[in-house]
């Protein structure tokens, strides 16, 4: 009956694997005091401004948000130097990339990224049924731009780069992404995902692309960022895309209408001014990924760099069974077999006063 319910397409898809939740696994082995470093959240928790104004707006739930979400539009054109047609706002960063192919896609047009890149990427285009292209990488599980650009076809018309990308923490270069540019065909936009590029601040001294910039001196370059990363308010679902007008005019159509909620309206504005969490969030980010790659040891074992608030860890032999042995060390990370990775697992970086047990925790269980 499946078969002639559903679209072949549709029953294909893989299903997203979010982390372990911690009551989960505490229930399971019956323990108390587990540690969740698995799903990239801020583990300063969320921006003190935003939870300084979220009470206020409880009183106005009965209330639709503004559609148009101008005051927070309004906001991150005057912190960006943008203009307020060149921002869309969507229930997370990841549901304009989904609307971003539904606007801009049809027939055999295709999504291309690489191997490695974030799994909705596959899923924003193989959910309304659109071809996805995926080209490998560079040996370190980077974009390989001249792969990338082989692959490149009169039928692409998106082409998404994760920077710093999920779950490899590869960046891209500012001459890899020049010449991507160079080879866009008049008829694809290039789609940077930069959820993590306030973390990539804390790291000045390493060549990495400037989405803002590319979108300023480039016509088809759209930027998506989220406030689920270091803003810490993953829970409101908050994110924008900083586009080309009429790009953002396609999104406005396509949107479920209302789909950022007030309460997340009010967060992020607040959460925008919040310089101080952010500062504060990308150095100890940095901090303890030092940590990470400087104390986590084991044979055949290496941690890449990172410059994002994770870091990714080829064990060098199957990775899920030091996966479970961490579990029952009551430490959540997340294996990545189903990203096309099974020898590694990525590790989000914890709080402070959890870093010695994660950290020891691996070391032990990598040994
Ligand atoms: C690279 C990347 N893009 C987008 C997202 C999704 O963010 P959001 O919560 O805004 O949908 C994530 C979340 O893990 C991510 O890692």
Known sequence: MIDELVPAHIRGLDVYQPGKPIEELERELGITGAIKVASNENPLGPSPRALAVLPAALASLHLYPDAGGFALRRALADKLDVKLD?????????????????????????????????????????????????VPTTAAYGCDADALIAAITPRTKLVVLGTPNNPTGSIVSRADAKKILAALPERALLVIDEAYVEYAAAWPEIDHVDGLALFRSHPRVIVLRTFSKIYGLAGLRVGYAIAPRVVCDMLGRVGRTFHVGSLAHVGAVAALADDAHVAQSAAQARAAIEKLRAEVHGPGV??????????????????????DKLLRAGVIVRPLAAWGLPSCLRVSVGRDQDMPRVIGALNECLA
């Open 302 to 323: 290496t941690v890449l760099p990172s410059l994002a608030n994770f870091v990714l860890i080829d064990c060098g032999r199957p990775s899920t069974p030091i996966y």
């Open 86 to 134: 060149e921002l869309a706002l969507g229930n997370g960063s990841n549901d304009i990339l989904y609307q971003l192919v539904l606007a801009t896609c049809a027939g055999t047009d295709e999504v291309l990224t690489h191997k490695y890149a974030f799994l909705s990427y596959r899923l924003a285009a193989q959910i309304p049924g659109q071809p996805f292209v995926a």
